[in-house]
């Protein structure tokens, strides 16, 4: 089953609105009908009937609408018997809000047409996202991993934020970064990283390589002004991790003195503006022992504002939900960071925590499991 949030719309079942919105427009109608008693106006009240399937075409079918119409003419037509204004004057009055059902039965109907795209457009949207950002296993290699993922238009579900991992006969690589700007041309640009990367990782046995690799793609196909933030890690070795630092955020390390921010020892520029000079990418090793946690983030994460333009202090809330299985510490990490911007984010954002399990602990499990 889908989540919620992610099931795809189906604009050829039956409108299904909540019982509120069911109710509203039939609320609506028994209220004029309760004025149009208990005033000396009587058929006055009779034109707001209108409103009944006025508000019904917002959330049902043509149908459905039809269906309010016709209560309100029938509720106006009762009320005009108790009366004694001449028939044509009662004809008028109903007139109104037969006129408004008919009105809003084309409107329902135009909307569900539009409704019927926009799924179509979803389901693209659905495709690009899988097909550029391909979901990540809970363990890759002899790592366990979690990644958490919003885009800040909300229904587009992609955006300038890019993330890969993969094994590949160098060990485990990965990427994170962060383009310039946002909007369609920020996706082409992640994909286009994406894709060399996927391709470099396998084929070159130094990270440095592939780093390289995507800087020439880059330089060939983006804008002067443009540029792609990015840090390329991997694994190759026991208890060795390799980082290259594009202008980018600092990964934190977790271990068991505490959460420390890896920075680079020699910054070097984003990744497309390395025709422009300044310092090389270099290859910084960190040791990453068994239990260890690496977290990569991109910029809005910790940009992400309050109401009193504070930052997210990302370093801090850390400890707070850090444990055993990343995904578990990743999902507490993004409720709280959409607490602190009040519930939606103003920028991509993305999250990915990776975790060198403790051997002895998993043979631990296995055979508490096997017994």
């Known amino acids: 089953m889908f989540p919620a949030r992610l099931r795809p719309y189906d604009p050829d079942q039956p409108d299904s609105p909540g019982l509120m919105a069911r109710a509203v427009p039939v609320i609506i109608i028994c209220g004029v009908a309760l004025l149009a008693l208990v005033t000396s106006e009587g058929l006055a009240w009779l034109p707001l009937l209108a409103v009944g399937p006025a508000l019904a075409a917002a959330h049902c079918g043509p149908y459905g609408v039809i269906r309010i119409g016709v209560l309100a003419v029938a509720v106006g037509a009762l009320l005009g018997t108790q009366g004694d204004e001449p028939v044509r004057t009662q004809a008028i009055m109903l007139a109104t809000p037969a006129a408004v059902a008919l009105a809003s039965c084309g409107a329902s109907a135009l909307r569900r047409r539009r409704e019927k795209v926009l799924a179509a457009v979803r389901s693209v949207a659905e495709a690009a ?16 991993v979690a990644v ?15 993330y890969a991992l993969l094994p590949t006969p160098f060990g485990v690589r990965l990427i994170v970064g962060d383009v310039r700007g946002k909007g369609l041309p920020a996706v082409s640009t992640a994909a286009l990283v994406l894709g060399v990367f996927r391709e470099a990782a396998y084929d070159e046995p130094d990270l440095l390589d592939v780093v390289a690799r995507i800087e ?22 026991e208890g060795r991790m390799e980082l290259v630092n594009c202008g980018h955020a600092p990964p ?37 022992a068994e239990g260890e946690q690496l977290l990569l983030y991109t910029d809005g994460v910790i940009e992400a504002r309050d109401r009193g333009r504070t930052y997210f202090p ?6 707070r939900h850090i444990c055993d299985e990343p995904s578990r510490t990743l999902a507490s ?9 009040g519930g939606r984010l103003h920028d991509d954002a993305a999250l990915l925590l990776l975790r060198k399990p403790v051997l002895g602990a998993v043979r631990r499990v296995a055979d508490v499991a096997s017994a």
């Open 129 to 144: 996202q899988n097909a550029l950002l391909t979901p990540v296993p809970a363990r890759v290699g002899q790592f366990q």
């Open 148 to 162: 958490r993922y919003s885009a800040a238009a909300a229904e587009a579900r992609v955006g300038g934020d890019l």
């Open 216 to 237: 020439r793609s880059l330089s060939r196909n983006l804008a002067p002004d443009d540029f792609v933030t990015a840090v390329v890690a991997g694994y190759p070795s």
């Open 252 to 288: 934190l390390l977790v271990g068991e003195t505490g959460i420390t921010a890896v920075e680079p020892i020699r910054p070097a520029p984003p990744l497309g503006l390395a025709s422009l000079g300044g310092e090389l990418p270099s290859l910084q090793v960190v040791p990453f």
């Open 314 to 319: 990302l370093l801090e809330r850390v400890p």
């Open 333 to 341: 990490l993004h409720d709280e960071l959409l607490s602190h911007v």
